[in-house]
């Protein structure tokens, strides 16, 4: 019997500028809110057609890596544009209304990684890490609890003041204080009841039922960068999601 061999992998060609692209963001050659060369440079650049490149520049924009701005050329994309600020939040009111939400800052202390979030972050178990609790208020009403845990390797000098004085997302804050750009994140989610101090920071009584987040976050590269654990209030909220 003749053994039939697997077919040879083959990645089409705007795939592999798309990677070379994505490596270049990685090693920080392009910043977020910078212009990337043109269509034409980045085309002679990589020895290909024009046409492979803005196909590859497409699929980038179509992942909000990049961002097209007709007239002007093609940026990296920025958690400091105001349309990209909030991307993640997916928590909105039930009317349909859109909301920002005013973060207040509760806590920021060290820790070492568990080992379930040892394994999300991708570093050791008993890593330093900093843990940071907030709640998230819509018009004066919490609600969300938030509780974040970040790799402190990555994040050194993490302290309440400059997370205070930085007024933008909690992404935003990653990328201009640490150049660290999120740019997907995958989350599970799963129904809760209040504890006494989930209960305390959302004004709601303990027992009432929360929708609870999990969420890992990770810029270029597939890195881990976040985890985080999100406790929602959904009396007049629900978590919305567009699916493509």
């Not at 701005?69 to 909105?92: C, D, I, N, W």
């Not at 890593?127 to 609890?145: K, T």
């Amino acid at each position: 019997m003749t053994e039939t061999l697997p077919p040879p992998s083959f990645r089409p060609l705007y795939e592999q500028i798309k990677i070379l692209i994505t490596q270049s963001l990685v090693a920080g050659e392009w910043k977020p809110g910078e212009a990337i060369p043109s269509e034409v440079e980045l085309a002679a650049r990589f020895r290909v057609s024009q046409g492979t490149v803005r196909k590859a520049i497409d699929e980038l924009a179509s992942e909000h890596i990049l961002v097209r701005r007709q007239g002007k050329g093609t940026y990296v994309a920025s958690h400091s544009e105001p349309s990209y600020q909030y991307r993640f939040l997916r928590v909105m009111p039930d009317s349909g209304e859109k909301l920002h939400p005013h973060s207040v800052l509760v806590d920021v202390r060290k820790g070492r990684a568990s080992a379930e979030i040892a394994r999300a972050l991708a570093i050791k178990a008993a890593s330093p890490v900093h843990v940071i609790l907030r709640v998230l208020e819509f018009r004066g009403r919490p609600l969300i609890l938030d509780e974040m845990v970040l790799a402190a390797s990555r994040f050194p000098g993490l302290t309440v003041p400059k997370l205070e004085e930085y007024k933008g997302s909690m992404y935003s804050f990653y990328e201009a204080v640490y150049g660290l750009r999120m740019i997907r994140a995958e989350e599970r989610i799963r129904a809760v009841a209040a504890d006494a101090g989930a209960a305390a920071h959302l004004r709601v009584v303990p027992g009432t039922p929360l929708l609870c987040v999990d969420r890992i976050a990770f810029t270029y590269g597939d890195m881990p960068v976040e985890w985080r654990r999100g406790l929602c209030v959904t009396d007049g909220f629900s978590y919305f999601n567009e699916l493509a």
